[in-house]
């Protein structure tokens, strides 16, 4: 770990290397959230360092979808209202949570944990893949449901399509309906100012009137 400046105490430079690990965080603003936190009331900072250790010590893998939680199964594995036969693929945990927002989706999730990118060097391997097409060729056996569809819906760049197409090709010859969000322009959105990606597959999604 770089030491930010020598004449700091080390529990403060500590602190501002560890801010600086973070993503999006730069040294600036690593110091000025720690001497944010050494003025702060001590319940403040201290109830911060509770809720990171609960981070780590309360939170696990879902067993099924690998979504993050503390109960195993997740509330939605859990839940025997929701369609159990259909999984939605997403990259990450907060994907979940946006659809979830939307109220429009009441099947099952997967979570990757990421996309495939070579150039990171990130593999299928390196990702929850497998646990996906384990739990894609499981349903209908034992306990587990039977899966009708899968929905990708990884995001529409470069990585997300090509890891959408490595999944649509592991699951192709499986009985299992292997589809993929509609893409459009947004709401509010001007034609003239949509990408190509964008414009290219609304024309693919469009739909009749
Ligand atoms: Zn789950």
Sequence with gaps: ???????????????????????????????RLAYYL??????????????????????RFCSVCMNITENNPCDVCADPTRDHSVICVVEEPLDVTAIERSRSFNG??????????????????????????????????????SVHEVILATNPTLEGENTAAYIQRKLAGTPVKVTRLARGLPVGGDLEYADEITLSRALEGRQSM
């Design 38 to 59: 050494l003025r702060a009331p001590s319940e403040e900072a201290m109830s911060l360092a509770e809720a990171l250790r609960d981070l780590k010590t309360r939170t």
């Design 108 to 145: 099952v999730y997967h979570v990757l944990h990421g996309v495939i990118s070579p150039m990171n060097g990130i593999g299928p391997d390196e990702l929850k893949v497998h646990e996906l097409l384990t739990r894609v060729s499981a349903g209908g056996t034992g306990e587990s449901p």
């Design 1 to 31: 770990m770089p030491q930010v400046n020598k004449t700091l105490p080390p529990s403060v430079s500590r602190l501002i290397d560890a801010f600086t690990q973070l993503p999006g965080i730069g040294p600036k603003s690593a110091s």
